[in-house]
């Protein structure tokens, strides 16, 4: 009776394996996981005893098929449990960190964002009524970023009124520079730090200004295989690790650029520090776009009444008539733009054998530029009188600066020139970027003699340079403030040194005051209806 019945299991079996062998053929179509071909060979032994045993009614079939398919799939499972299992951790890490990694980065980007936007939001408005407001709040800024990304240094860089370059506005750590020191610098720290302060990064130079122009974030993990970053070395302090450069960018335009470094011993910045930084970055620009609105107002209604006031004092430090000069013909002019008050020129005649000519550019607006322009005045002309050559004046002024910490922004570009009408022989030094330009009429050249270095009130121990040029009858010194060779056109291009030398070189036969005029009303031209931000001076000295 019970055989009878025998073959409603080993049919019910049938299907079942025939069930297990379409789900494994699933599996392996469908890659959901690693499905050995061991098993399908094991399932269709199997499958063929049972209908043998069916077919015959002899369950030695059965026993056979059973005992085959154990064989072939136990040395399968003996190097599944058997087996090194390294294959498999390594294989599962990297899916893991990447798995943490994301979802870091998630939370980086949504849980964080708003916190970080409250934070600066609440930091700036405590900040709306101080004097320093800005420098208080990009220096939070900057503790923030450093705090978050672990940064062995930090600095935030805004781009100039005009955009053309960036300049350093908070800087702490140890930031190796990562653009090439000029050759004359000494590698000491504090020269190096001093450098990197008051560098004006051109948005064409650096990964400060690729950064600010392509508006793109910048992540650098190895600085040695980057050729963006320059090696200056072989000083320790100089040594570049790893870099993060984030654009501070406001309704769509970068204003510019927060910067992290992290010395080379140390492991580079990861893909969650870059995050970290660009959301920190992002929440500082929205608290910023409201900060620099209103310090803007602010600074628009003070400088119109204080600038008005030093624009007046301004005019009696510049020499109301031009002095006669025994063999020279002078040629100058000064523009003032509305509320500056950089721009000083000066003529000393001391003695016979020696006249001083000065051509100073002031940093900062209003009292503060006047402040520091009536303290250079003063220092030039107690020394003038004694034998001391341009050079040495210079840095008995830079001295003098570098020790007034009552006025903010002491700085100052200046050409000083010392002429001896009696021999024709010229010493002149320079501080900051005014050129010095000469025209020799023997080889109807001009050539600039000047060399651009650190400006006054920078650095006590900067070194200047004596340059001397003999010169003869047709000759012509020339020097200018960057206001000049700066001036926008309408479609934003700078006049250039090079045009200023052309104009010199085509008029060069006429007197020194027809070729002031002549290059006036070439700027002029360049210019057209577009408005300009800085006061713009010339100076000539045509030998007779």
């Known amino acids: 009776m019970i055989d009878s019945f025998v073959h409603i299991p080993i049919i019910a079996a049938e299907v079942l394996l025939a069930v297990l062998f379409v789900l494994l053929a699933v599996i392996r179509y469908r890659n959901t996981a690693k499905a050995s071909f061991v098993l399908y060979i094991a399932l269709g032994i199997l499958f063929a005893g049972l209908i043998y045993t069916l077919r015959f009614s002899r369950s030695v079939y059965l026993v056979i098929a059973m005992l085959a398919a154990e064989l072939l799939v136990l040395p399968y499972f003996i190097i599944l449990s058997f087996g090194f299992p390294r294959k498999r951790e390594k294989k599962e890490k990297p899916e893991t960190h990447v798995e943490a990694e994301r979802d870091s980065l998630a939370t980086i980007s949504y849980e964080k964002k708003f916190d970080a936007n409250e934070d600066f939001a609440t930091k700036a408005a405590e900040l709306f009524s101080l004097d320093n407001s800005l420098s208080q709040f990009l220096d939070y800024f900057n503790a923030k970023l450093t705090e978050a990304t672990k940064a062995d240094g930090c600095v935030i860089l805004l781009s100039d009124e005009f955009d053309n370059f960036l300049t350093v506005r908070s800087m702490t750590g140890s930031f190796p520079s990562p653009y090439r020191l000029p050759d004359t610098l000494p590698h000491k720290p504090v020269r190096v730090e001093a450098n990197f302060r008051y560098m004006q990064f051109q948005l064409s130079d650096t990964i400060f200004g690729e950064t600010a122009s392509s508006g793109e974030a910048v992540l650098i993990k190895d600085a040695s295989r980057d050729p963006r970053i320059y090696q200056n070395g072989p000083e320790d302090f100089l040594a570049c690790g790893s870099y993060i450069c984030v654009p501070i960018r406001i309704q769509g335009r970068t204003v510019g650029v927060s910067a992290l470094s992290r010395a080379p011993k140390k492991e580079g910045f990861s893909e969650i520090d870059f995050e970290r930084a660009k959301t920190l970055t992002d929440a500082a620009a929205s608290a910023l776009r409201s900060l620099l609105s209103f310090l803007d107002y602010s600074e628009k209604r003070s400088l119109t009444e204080e600038g008005n006031t030093a624009a007046k004092f301004q005019k009696k430090l510049i020499p109301e008539k031009i002095p006669e000069m025994l063999g020279v013909s002078l040629g100058v002019w000064s523009v003032q733009n509305e509320n500056v008050c950089g721009d000083y020129y000066d003529i000393v005649p001391v003695k ?54 009552a006025i903010e922004d002491h700085f100052a570009s200046i050409a000083l020139i010392d002429y001896n009408p009696l021999t024709r022989k010229t010493q002149l030094s320079t ?95 360049h210019s057209g209806t577009a408005q300009q931000y800085d006061d713009q001076s010339l100076l000539i000295i045509k030998i007779r």
Not at 381 to 400: D, E, F, V
Not at 432 to 446: H, M, S
Not at 458 to 478: C, N, P, R, Y
């Open 431 to 525: 501080s900051g970027i005014n050129p010095v330009l000469v025209y020799k009429a023997k080889t109807d050249e001009v050539s600039q003699l000047s060399k651009q270095n650190e400006p006054l009130g920078v650095e006590k121990t900067s070194v200047f340079e004596d340059i001397t040029v003999q010169l003869q009858s047709g000759d012509i010194l020339v020097s200018c403030t960057d206001g000049l060779l700066e001036s926008l056109s309408e479609s934003g291009v700078q006049y250039s040194a090079a045009r200023l030398m052309q104009v010199i070189k085509t008029n060069h036969e006429l007197s020194g005051a027809d070729i002031a005029e002549r290059v006036k009303a070439d700027v002029q031209l």
């Open 352 to 405: 016979k054998d020696r006249t001083l000519f000065v051509m100073a550019d002031v940093v900062g607006k209003g009292m503060n530029s006047f402040s520091v322009m009536v303290m250079i005045r003063t220092m030039l002309r107690m020394i003038a009188a004694t034998p001391q050559s341009p050079a040495a004046i210079l840095k008995w002024i830079n001295r003098g600066l570098c020790a007034e910490t």
